[in-house]
């Protein structure tokens, strides 16, 4: 069960179908362009979206807001050195500044950065400072289907190769991301975050995590890996840091806040010139873009994400909506992870072919059938077509994202979810793909408009 109670609600928008349908021709069939409150559940993202506890908003109130050495940044300060270890702490306003921030001190034009998946905002921080991102996620990953428990992690073959081949002088860094969410959100493994870092040590490159689950990592670690089962999540957690040279991390994610961050280093240098260009571009090096309010509820929240009976409930719920998903006859990106599950819309709609985008088909009929808004993460996302629409590119799979806000919705509204998707499952027929009548030249997901097209069955 929860091991909290609900203190503060919100209601949430109830609509009929013909105000959905209403709703999706007036957005162009595009998600990203409804408003919050024509949603009824929203599965879009679990970053910034997790419910503060009573303790942090406690905090929050007690928050300093002087400029300069505020009480809350001490505090911050000292919770994430005692949780990382790391020498040097930098507050930031979310994670894709801290990227920003050590990528531009960090990378020079021509350098390469290897990782098991990078997400989308760091790769394109990397390449903003004209270095290449890499990823070289581990082989098991690839089969959808598996249920290995460790699908996060990095290919340490490809990784040796590539340190000690002709590209291995422009390696400046290696990222692990835990969970790797680029990745189906699967864990990494501390074996393999240790045979990691002894490679980085060996050929004198630094390893950064990208920390921004790196709780919900380790609990499953202290579920799946041997040795590990007798600790608890925040000793798992409190190696994992330490096993590295630093971090970025968001902490919309794992640290329960609606917005924070950090980065994390031992490398006096490094930490002194990301403090200069924090203090031109964020804020200055005390408050890193934030509130003092909000170093607060950060430091309370990586205080409470690694409560067992926190993470437990946390498992269990994302077990229990994935139980009722395979139910409904729609297969997932096995294992299910803990901050989202992916549906496999392309097995599910064979009939519309990737260029037809059978994944952005299903997160609109789960809007138009239950109000619940996903992510789609297929050729909507990461194809290419020409001007005629005839396609050029197509993603490897076609799938839909339910993300997973913390502490948010309860097993009902999951079994709302999870009857939408069986009466959906039941009538695919009726599902009809999309063609593209506008777009943007990048990240054309968040812009693109659509329409429906008739696909045969
Ligand atoms: C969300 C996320 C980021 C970016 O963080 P923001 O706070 O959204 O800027 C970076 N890496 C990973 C793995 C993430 O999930």
Known sequence: MEPYRIKVVEPIPVTTRQQREAALKRVNYNLFDLRAEEVTIDLLTDSGTGALSAAQLAAGMAGDESYSGSRSFYRFHETVTELTGYA????????????????????????????????????ANVELNDAEARDLPCPE??????????????????????????????????????TNNGGGGQPVSMENLKRT????????????????????????????????????????????FRLTDGCMMSAKKDGIVHIGGFIGTNDPELAQKC????????????????????????????????EPSYLAERAEIASHLAHRVRAAGVDIVEPPGMHALYLNAGRLLPHIPPHHYPGHALACQLYLEGGIRSAELGSLYLGEEDEHGNPIKSAPYELVRLALPRRVYTRSHYDHVGETLAKIAKNTDQVYGFRITDQSPILRHFRATLEPVPVRG
């Open 88 to 123: 040097h702490i930098l507050p930031a306003h979310q994670g894709r500044a801290a990227e920003r921030v050590l990528f531009t001190t960090l990378l020079e034009r021509g350098n390469l950065v290897l990782s098991n998946t990078h997400f989308d905002t760091t790769r």
């Open 141 to 178: 990953a690839k089969n959808l289907d598996s249920t290995d428990p460790f699908k996060g992690n990095i290919d340490l073959d490809a990784l040796a190769r590539t340190l000690s081949g002709p590209d291995g002088s422009r390696v400046a860094v290696v990222v692990m991301t835990i």
């Open 197 to 240: 870092a002894a490679l980085c040590r060996q050929h004198g490159v630094p390893l950064f995590l990208d920390a921004a689950r790196f709780a919900e990592n380790a609990w499953l670690v202290t579920r799946h890996e041997e040795g590990y089962r007798d600790r608890t999540p925040r000793q798992v957690a409190e190696e994992a």
């Open 275 to 306: 403090e200069l260009l924090l203090i031109a571009t964020e804020g200055f090096a005390t408050y890193g873009g934030l509130a003092g309010r909000d170093l607060d509820m950060m430091a309370q929240g990586l205080t409470e994400v690694t």
